[in-house]
């Protein structure tokens, strides 16, 4: 088994410099939060999605909480002769959304593509969780990706239209057995009915709006967290494969070109099959 999986993460490697002439994104700007590159084995979500954009001909806005991690996705672009810029900003805070997606327009005059990355856990059923508890994970999960949307649309409809990726979790449609946080399964559920509303919304401004599940992913977040977990993890998923960030970001980066240009309201789970079991989690 430790052979196939090797064989197949070498033939399916997505850490790979692919350019070509018919680039997907080519002379579109995207923003992606949650874009920061912070250390540790693997590759985040957003970091991938942000590195796969701009090799594939995007300008990247990296919208990150911590500069650095910002600033690390950036240089890895910039190695690579891609085009970026790092912007600092909590998108919990409206007034930090607003300013990123200005920051897209007044550095590379206009906004295509928003990407809604940013995401965080949680735990606790209904009668452990407080109040405080309720409002903090509906700003990080859910309301973060209504204020980037809020404020990057009107750029967008300036511009003919755009593409909006809004990223919920398979936890959504499967909380976490004995260890089930409400908070964010809730949250990414309503990430799921977002989607849907802005697609009908604001299609007839050619704004496309679509979502990704991402399953068990292996990311430096999970790596740090849940290391011990791995194998289960590994054996929670049909495919013979552990899920990265390489593999939401391909799906990230063809729900953005125009490849997808009928696609509107999608919700795609990225999971190796997990959905379709009942393997534990």
Known sequence: MADRQAAL?????????????????????????????????????????????????ARVVLVDAVL????????????????????????????????????????????????????????????????DDWQRSAAVNLMSAVHMSRYSIPHMKSTGGGAIVNVSSVTALRPKRESSSVLYTVNKAAIVGLTQAMALDHAADNIRVNCIMPGLM????????ASHMRETREASTPLP??????????????LASDEARFVTGAVIPVDGGFLLTSAPN
């Open 9 to 57: 993460y070498q033939r399916f490697s997505r850490d790979t410099v692919n350019r070509r002439a018919d680039l997907r994104l080519d002379g579109k700007v995207a923003i992606v939060s949650g874009a920061g590159t912070y250390g540790g084995e693997g590759v985040g979500n957003g970091a991938a999605t942000a590195i796969l954009m701009a090799r594939e001909g």
């Open 68 to 131: 650095e991690w910002a600033e690390a996705t950036r240089v890895r672009i910039e190695a690579e002769g891609g085009a970026a810029i790092s912007v600092v900003a909590d998108v919990t805070k409206p007034e930090d959304c607003g300013r990123a997606a200005d920051a897209a327009v007044e550095r590379y005059g206009a906004l295509h593509v928003l990407h809604n990355n940013v995401g965080g856990g949680g735990h606790g059923n209904v009668l452990e969780a407080t109040d």
């Open 218 to 225: 292996w990311t430096p977040r999970v790596a740090h967290g």
């Open 241 to 254: 494969l552990e899920g990265e960030g390489w593999d939401i970001a391909w799906a990230a980066v063809y």
